[in-house]
């Protein structure tokens, strides 16, 4: 089975501090890690994702997020936050072990954690 | 440049009744998904379809059918609605391979009273 983590509920951040928001997984093989986020009323908005390759993924606005296998961690960070920033963020996994049979591949989603950035 | 679209955005309906959320994708994108969103419960797979003529449950598909129309449209229908139905739902779509990101629409809110 997949599963994901976002520990925290919430963040809190001031403006041009930088921010993590952290997320764990589980898998039985190798993790297809996303990130997505969430403005109110909205769609969610995919930034990044690692597939293979460097450890270290850049994606839209600014954000970037680490994988690290030894710790089955992916979180994601911003070296200075902007109160547009404030939004839900979620992590989600696939496990490339994991085979429908029907050639879909199911993706995981944490509950989300909301970031508020202050001014 | 319109991706995923689904319909209603907006919808109210009484315990018992049924409807039909609508969603098309012009990305020529083989597999789509819808999925609900709950306060505190993240996003829960409902159904997907891997391809035109296929679909399959996901985590939470019980009160749900669907049905994969073409390739570019995927719609869930609710036969008789509950109040535990009330929800955001979104439907999405993606290329086949795993490494493959899914891209979302706008979401449906559906309140059943």
């Known amino acids: 089975a997949q599963s994901v983590a976002q520990p925290e509920d919430q963040v809190n951040v001031a403006e041009g501090n930088p921010l993590t928001v952290k997320c764990t997984y589980s898998?039985?093989?190798?993790?297809?890690l996303f990130w997505y986020v969430q403005y109110p009323n909205r769609g969610l908005q995919f930034l990044l994702k690692?597939?293979?390759?460097?450890?270290l993924v850049k994606g839209s606005y600014g954000f970037e997020a680490e994988f690290n296998k030894s710790q089955t961690s992916f979180h994601l960070k911003k070296p200075s936050a902007l109160v547009s920033d404030s939004a839900l963020y979620f992590c989600?996994?696939?496990?490339?072990?994991?085979?429908?049979?029907?050639?879909?591949?199911?993706?995981?989603f944490g509950k989300g954690t909301k970031l508020s950035v202050i001014p | 440049n319109a991706g995923v679209t689904q319909t209603p955005k907006f919808q109210v309906l009484k315990t018992g009744q049924s409807m039909t959320l609508q969603c098309a994708q012009d990305?020529?994108?083989?597999?789509m998904y819808w999925y609900r969103q709950d306060p505190g419960m993240g996003l829960r797979l409902i159904y997907y379809?891997?391809?035109?003529?296929?679909?399959d449950k996901g985590e939470v598909p019980n009160g749900y059918n669907v049905s994969r129309l073409n390739k570019r449209e995927f719609s869930l229908r609710l036969e008789s609605a509950a109040p535990s139905q009330t929800s955001v739902y979104f439907c999405?779509?993606?290329?086949?391979?795993?490494?493959?990101?899914?891209?979302f629409g706008e979401g449906s809110w559906l309140t059943v009273v």
């Open positions: 999405a779509s993606s290329p086949t391979g795993s490494g493959n990101t899914i891209y």
């Open positions: 898998v039985s093989g190798n993790p297809y």
């Open positions: 690692y597939i293979t390759g460097d450890n």
């Open positions: 989600a996994v696939r496990d490339t072990k994991l085979y429908s049979g029907a050639g879909s591949y199911q993706l995981t």
């Open positions: 990305m020529n994108h083989n597999s």
């Open positions: 379809s891997a391809s035109e003529g296929t679909t």
